[in-house]
């Protein structure tokens, strides 16, 4: 779990540090050299939970938790980093104000739509690394952690399917009126 935990404090360092170049020190490229780098933390995050796992250490929530982590750096890094990049251009580069997500109609389902997507990409991501491991361990009795983290990635794929449903079934409708040029009063 430190491990974990030490690549969590990582991915947002590097991230920091990256915008941190990129705007107020004014050196674009390393700041670009720096977020290319946030990557490289899930891959070192998860060569080490392979290492520990081919030594013989049995597998736990740690191995597991490492490969969510993966799969949510792939399928949500970019758009994080957009985010940030967006958020910290605006704050010390004159950006434009970064647009906030739609709230309201089938704006807002087809936005909760498109992270539910990145959430699948998160969550197949996981599974195959989970798979790997337990094909790399072929033991039954010592992989049901990893059974059991396989069927928590699932759950929260369905959770978040459910949740981005609800934003299609059930719209949120703006509540303030709006004049005749479509401002809000």
Same mark, same amino acid.
């Given at each position: 779990?430190?491990?974990?935990?030490?690549?969590?404090?990582?991915?947002?360092?590097?991230?920091?540090?990256?915008?941190?170049?990129?705007?107020?020190?004014?050196?674009?490229?390393?700041?670009?050299?720096?977020?290319?780098?946030?990557?490289?933390?899930?891959?070192?995050?998860?060569?080490? !939970?392979?290492? @520990?796992?081919? &030594?013989? =250490?049995?597998?736990?929530?740690?191995?597991?938790? $490492?490969?969510?982590? /993966? #799969?949510?750096?792939?399928?949500?890094?970019?758009?994080?980093?957009?985010?940030?990049?967006?958020?910290?251009?605006?704050?010390?580069?004159?950006?434009?104000?970064?647009?906030?997500?739609?709230?309201?109609?089938?704006?807002?389902?087809?936005?909760?739509?498109?992270?539910?997507?990145?959430?699948?990409?998160?969550?197949?991501?996981?599974?195959?690394?989970?798979?790997?491991?337990?094909? !790399?361990?072929? @033991?039954?009795? &010592?992989? =049901?952690?990893?059974?059991?983290?396989?069927?928590? $990635?699932?759950?929260? /794929? #369905?959770?978040?399917?459910?949740?981005?449903?609800?934003?299609?079934?059930?719209?949120?409708?703006?509540?303030?009126?709006?004049?005749?040029?479509?401002?809000?009063?």
């Amino acid at each position: 779990m430190t491990l974990i935990a030490a690549a969590e404090v990582g991915f947002w360092l590097l991230l920091v540090a990256g915008l941190a170049a990129r705007y107020p020190l004014r050196m674009p490229r390393l700041g670009g050299a720096l977020l290319l780098c946030v990557p490289l933390i899930d891959v070192l995050l998860l060569a080490a !939970a392979a290492v @520990d796992l081919r &030594r013989g =250490e049995e597998p736990s929530a740690a191995h597991g938790l $490492a490969a969510l982590y /993966l #799969g949510f750096t792939v399928a949500y890094g970019h758009y994080v980093i957009g985010w940030a990049d967006r958020h910290a251009a605006h704050r010390w580069a004159g950006g434009p104000r970064p647009e906030k997500p739609p709230r309201f109609g089938t704006a807002r389902a087809s936005h909760e739509w498109r992270i539910w997507r990145m959430t699948l990409v998160a969550v197949v991501i996981a599974l195959a690394v989970l798979q790997a491991m337990i094909w !790399a361990i072929d @033991d039954a009795g &010592r992989t =049901e952690p990893l059974r059991g983290w396989q069927f928590t $990635a699932l759950r929260v /794929l #369905g959770i978040h399917g459910l949740i981005a449903l609800s934003y299609m079934v059930w719209p949120r409708r703006e509540t303030r009126p709006r004049d005749a040029a479509g401002h809000r009063r």
